[in-house]
């Protein structure tokens, strides 16, 4: 496991890793989530790293030398090497488009899992427990059920059915609630703490972060170290964002790249939490709203991460934007016609977001861009049933189509 050291984003305390150490207690558990920090300058002359021996297709395990686990799980030689595609779109002749929903559970949460997994299994955990709109507690479920620890899922009732499917196929206890995400949270935060299991809740646990910062590592060596300008991101409790700067600036830190590119925050309009916050300016002070959205996996009224979120953010020079969810909906079929990419509703906000930035003259043909889909559209089909087009033919309407 790597060296390292946790750090309070808020007031900078360190502290030693120690099993149920998720956030500095004089801080609080928003303002006082922690970072992973390493030796960075040991790692930079590390063989690897010096001779930038890389595989573009490897699994995240490959960048072991930044990461706070070992590798144990049957799932982690298929967890992140996900596909890196280029096109042509809207005026931009090479936007980047990665794609995470074929990890194994189809979402980038995959990456959080993994490394909450292993870290759980190598602490001699045996229960799990996570909050989550769909993603990533089916992520949780599907890769921890083939090992001996028990996994609790608690869920909004109203998550969508692809989710729930996943969670029930694989075996964990699904406790579906009626209430917001944020209700749900707070309620498994107090009864898993309570009970002493391993927490994957992305923005408590400090280490899930570290999964999820994999794929910006990947961005980069598989566009042969070349820093995009720009990368956009959907957001809901702030942590892939934050993973994203951490990744880009970890490479940075050591001698990878030179540069890091700005950052920009998807939220969606009926629910922007975190824009709302960043936007007010320093000091960072959280906020709860009330707002709903289709896009589930964003729909976060009191986000955890903010505080990272929005540190990170302004650190790249970034921003948030909103959409709306008729923007959501036009996007994923756009996106889909345009490249064969089906995205559910919170993984297809960077697309939306380019669009919209681009008629603004925020981002111009010569920008090079990324924007990283979360999440396969099968998640969530319900989100585009309206325009399924479900009309039949009798033979002889084939046929006739075809003669004329």
Known sequence: MRKHFLR??????????????????????????????????SIKEESIVKEKKFDKKASMYQFDFLLPAESKGKFDEYVGGTP???????????????????????????????????????EGN??????????????????????????????PASIPDG???????????????????????DLS????????????????????????????????????????????VGVGDGTVISSLYKGFWEFKEIGLTDKIPRII????EGIPAIKEVFDKGKPYIPLTIEGKTIADSISVGKPRDVIKACNYVEASNGYFITLTDEEILDAIIE?????????????????????????????TQSDTVCLVITGSGLKDVNAVKDTINKTSLSFEEVVKRFEE
């Open 189 to 232: 935060l107090e009864l898993g703490l309570k009970k002493g299991w391993y927490c994957r809740h992305a923005a408590i646990n400090p280490y899930l972060l570290e999964g999820k910062k994999t794929g910006a590592f990947e961005i980069i060596i598989q566009s042969d170290f070349t820093v995009p300008d720009y990368v956009l």
């Open 335 to 363: 996106l889909g016609k345009i490249t064969g990419i089906f995205a559910e509703p919170a993984g297809v906000v960077p697309y939306g977001g380019l669009k919209k930035l681009i008629y603004e003259d925020k981002i």
């Open 265 to 268: 925050g998807v939220q969606a």
């Open 126 to 155: 045996d229960t799990m427990f996570c909050a989550s709109t769909g993603n990533a507690a089916s992520s949780l479920a599907m890769l921890n059920a083939h090992t001996e620890m028990k996994t609790y899922i608690f869920v």
């Open 84 to 122: 890196l595609y280029s096109f042509d779109l809207l005026g931009i002749k090479n936007v980047l488009v990665k794609y995470d929903g074929s990890n194994p559970s189809s979402s980038y949460k995959d990456r959080a899992s993994s490394i909450a997994i292993n870290r759980a299994l190598d």
């Open 8 to 41: 309070c984003i808020t007031c900078k305390k360190e502290f030693d890793p120690k099993p149920g150490l998720y956030y500095c207690e004089d801080c609080g558990k928003i303002m006082g989530t922690l970072e992973v920090i390493y030796d960075y300058d």
């Open 163 to 185: 989710k729930r499917a996943q969670l029930e196929i694989s075996g964990a206890e699904v406790m579906a609630v009626e209430g917001t995400y944020d209700e749900v949270y």
